[in-house]
């Protein structure tokens, strides 16, 4: 292979339009509260299905049909994989199947709106569903990409090694912005909120790892991410927003940022720290000692962060705790700088156990995938 | 004479109330500074939803109208969002048009913003914001969603199957399971939004009704549940009355009280008993909370024939004309057909012996005259103004001078009260008016059709 395909190009074209959109939606849900189907930040999601559907159901057809004559010689046949009797990349058929359950989210989530009201939280079963659409568009996007690194060397393998990272660092975006009510600054003293980082980050971090071998893969994730959000943060609210919608409890004159950053490229740099050190053990060991490992440098930062993000030093546009949404009441928890008493005493230590195994499970879970991708070439 | 000890709710009869029963729209009349206007706002079935709006102005001065919602209390109150231009009609120049994004369930007010060549004027509008419905699926979009559910879930299962390079099988029926579990999921979610989401739904209050005291009437207002916001010890004067109760014989509608009972403790009110004919009355009490909700409990209650005392200052019943070569008239032009949810001017006189209409007319109650809407098969109750189907204590938390702007010291002859019917079907109006000291109250009835055209 002497240069990465186009259609790894446009899904990670597609991948990017998603995660800018789906951030700027939820800034417009908190600046501008008004929306239609047909808002930027809308098409900018949607666009994410509608290249994945095209794409990738153009490379199956073209596999499938055009390339017949030339699958019909076993070697020409071992970067397709056979799905209902279509013939293409496994990854375009997750693509695919990504952009049809974004696209199929979008009239149920219209009815949704008709049926219980406009949009009021993002985590509803027809946002789930786009969700679940944009991160299997993302994987396809990655296994894509990892069949094309996996069957090259050099430069370009090289290069298609940053640009698993970058999708893999888009998914992880993907999936602590489904969470956000659950990980903003006034609940990060809560077990809830770390269970839900655990569960979601690891996986993500040891798939960058073990799908490309690099040495600091994770670290590489976690920093993409981190610059993905600090790049909202400064630069949406540089743009002019008012509310179009009551009740207004916050005076709002531009777009309102997602919060600073959750740290997790403190613990992705520990986990690239101690993973050579690990190659002889066994898969659950290594799993065990990356959740620990992860959950003991996350949540001991993260939590005396939360204390800086909650105090005056850092109400100010760099670290962001300026920011409230439109409707956010002056008397809620973020507004007066407080932390959210989710759970009991009892319950958070269960809850923090929970997270614990949950960081374990997901570690191990990420490092079968990531191997697994590391193998596959169709 | 009161041989019935306890008379009785015999059920609360209305699906949806609010500020009237059945008869969600709001319609309103008054000035935005210099420009009169007239205005129906249809409100939107589920919350957060979008509101209609149509503003009539009744001069051809005005070149912009403007639309803010705001909450009518608290800190939002205070924070409005960016107005809203309406479009003016391509068919009629005086016709401005527009939608309002409802946010929460409560008690709204549009500020209505006319700006033309004698300048800018503003008209507060009260708007009670429920949700009244939950809508089904389309059947069309519920086939599409079934049959991409099942696309791709075998997709997904058969992706599976490519992706693992041994146990094909063993993987697949893992991926079934997997799958199986997360759409059972998803439904148990669903379900569980669909329940809170139908805890929300408007739930009217009752009214029960008990002539368990000599020469009294009782009332209890009853909560089924609703918001947490609703409570009954926060009821402000509209009129200058806590309530305004009105008994209607059922289903005849041949009679008509309209009642003022204080209240005796929180929830609990009380009249001096009138006279009744024995029968099945429906009981509407119209009350206004702090917030500017109004709300209309619901109820009724089969009574027995009652001599009472005779209705007097307030209070009134009937239909009292015609009497005495006094009767009072319905201004219909018969050739122009009354369709639902049109807004129409409906313009009642009195008229003297002599065929002329009296120019005696007194405010009643601070207006020119209170008309009640009710629909034959009694699933429609409003209590209608010369401003509108607005509660005027509801204006006044949204704007104490506009409430006192409103209030009539002269009117007549003619008074016009702006509404316009829900649905189609037959409807009786009985409409009070006061001269000489004594509220009359006249009784008419007319049937509404469909609407065919769009809403003018």
């Not at chain 1, 406009?118 to 969700?131: C, G, M, Q, T, Y």
């Not at chain 2, 991926?175 to 439904?187: E, F, M, R, T, Y």
């Amino acid at each position: 292979m002497r240069r990465i395909p186009w259609y790894i190009w446009l899904s990670v074209l597609g991948v990017t339009s998603a995660m800018i959109g789906a951030h700027w939606d939820i800034s417009w849900h908190r600046s501008i509260g008004r929306d239609t189907f047909w808002t930027p930040p809308h098409i900018a999601m949607q666009l994410c299905g509608v290249i994945a559907a095209i794409t990738c159901g153009y490379l199956i057809l073209w596999t499938t049909f055009a390339q017949s004559r030339l699958r019909a010689s076993a070697s020409a046949d071992k970067t397709s994989v056979n799905v209902l009797g279509f013939h293409g990349p496994l990854g375009a058929f997750i693509c695919a199947w990504g952009g049809f359950t974004m696209i199929t989210s979008a009239p149920f989530d219209d009815w949704w709106h008709n049926a219980y009201g406009l949009d009021v939280k993002i985590l509803s079963p027809p946002h789930i569903a786009a969700a679940i659409g944009i991160v299997a568009v993302e994987i396809g996007a990655m296994t894509l990409i990892a069949a094309s690194m996996n069957r090259t060397a050099g430069r370009v393998r090289h290069r298609l090694e940053w640009l698993f990272l970058y999708v893999n660092s888009m998914i992880l975006v993907a999936l602590l912005a489904a969470v956000i009510e659950l990980t903003n600054r006034s609940f990060l003293h809560t077990a809830i909120c770390y269970r839900v980082i655990c569960i979601l980050t690891p996986i993500v971090l040891a798939i960058a790892s073990r799908a490309t071998g690099l040495r600091w893969a994770a670290t590489t994730v976690g920093a993409i991410y981190t610059a993905f959000i600090l790049g909202l943060l400064w630069i949406l609210p540089l743009f002019p927003a008012q509310p179009k919608l009551g009740p207004v409890m916050h005076e709002v004159k531009q777009f309102i940022p997602a919060d600073f950053p959750l740290l997790v490229l403190m613990p992705a740099l520990v986990l690239d720290l101690l993973w050579p050190r690990m190659t002889a053990w066994s898969k659950w060991k290594q799993a065990a000692v990356s959740g620990v490992s992860f959950f003991g440098v996350l949540v001991p930062v993260e939590w005396l962060f939360a204390d800086f993000l909650q105090s005056p030093a850092a109400r100010n546009a760099f670290f962001g705790s300026i920011y409230f949404s439109y409707f956010q009441s002056p008397q809620s928890y973020g507004a007066t700088y407080r932390f959210v008493p989710y759970e009991t005493a009892a319950q958070f230590r269960v809850g923090m156990a929970i997270a614990l195994a949950c960081a374990i499970v997901s570690a191990w879970l990420g490092m079968g995938a990531g191997d697994w991708l590391k193998r596959v070439r169709r | 004479m009161y041989g019935v000890r306890s008379l009785l709710l015999a059920g609360v009869f209305a699906a949806s109330a609010m500020a009237h029963v059945g008869s969600p729209d709001v319609f309103f009349q008054g000035k935005a500074g210099p420009y009169p206007i007239l205005v129906a706002i249809r409100p939107p079935e589920v919350i957060p939803g979008i509101a209609r709006i149509e503003v009539r102005t009744l001069s051809p001065d005005v070149r912009e109208i403007q639309l803010t919602p705001t909450p009518m209390t608290g800190i939002a109150a205070t924070h409005p969002p960016v107005a809203d231009i309406a479009q003016r009609s391509h068919d009629d120049p005086q016709l401005f048009e527009g939608s309002l994004w409802l946010m929460a369930a409560g008690s709204w007010e549009v500020h209505i913003r006319a700006i033309g060549k004698n300048g800018a004027g503003e008209l507060p509008v009260p708007v009670p914001a429920v949700a009244l419905k939950i809508r089904p699926m389309q059947r069309g979009v519920s086939y599409f969603l079934i049959g991409m559910m099942v696309f791709l879930t075998v997709g997904l299962v058969a992706i599976v199957g490519a992706a693992v390079e041994s146990n094909r099988r063993i993987a697949m029926a893992c991926a079934s399971v997997v799958l199986v579990l997360a759409l059972w999921g998803g439904s148990v979610w669903w379900g569980e939004d669909d329940a809170v989401s139908k805890q929300k739904l408007f739930r009217p209050l009752g009214i029960q009704l008990a002539l368990s005291t000599p020469g009294q009437m009782d009332l209890r207002i009853t909560d089924p549940g609703w918001l947490a916001l609703r409570k009954l010890d926060d009821l402000v004067p509209d009129h200058g009355h806590l309530m305004h109760l009105f008994l209607v014989r059922w289903p005849e509608m041949d009679r008509v009280h309209h009642l003022h009972p204080d209240q005796t403790a929180t929830g609990f009110f009380a009249t001096s008993l009138p006279s009744l004919r024995g029968g099945t009355y429906r009981i509407y009490g119209d009350i206004v909370h702090e917030s500017g909700f109004a709300e209309t409990a619901v109820g009724e209650a089969m009574l027995p024939e009652v001599h009472g005392h005779a209705v007097s200052g307030d209070d009134a019943d009937g239909p009292s004309l015609p009497r005495d070569g006094f009767d009072m008239v319905w201004l219909r032009d018969k050739t122009k057909p009354i369709a639902a949810t049109q807004l129409n001017l409906f313009s009642f006189e009195i008229v003297g012996p002599d065929g002329n209409p009296v120019g005696d007319l007194e405010p009643y109650m601070g207006m020119g005259g209170h008309a009640e809407f009710i629909k034959t098969d009694g699933s429609v109750f409003a209590h209608v103004h010369p401003t509108g189907s607005v509660a005027m204590a509801s204006v006044g938390v949204a704007s104490p001078a506009a409430m006192m702007a409103m209030h009539e010291t002269k009117p007549g002859p003619v008074v016009s009260f702006p509404y316009g019917v829900p649905t189609a079907g037959t409807y009786r109006i009985f409409v009070q008016m006061k001269r000489a000291g004594k509220v009359e109250t006249g009784g008419f009835q007319f049937t509404a059709s469909e609407l065919t055209t769009g809403v003018k």
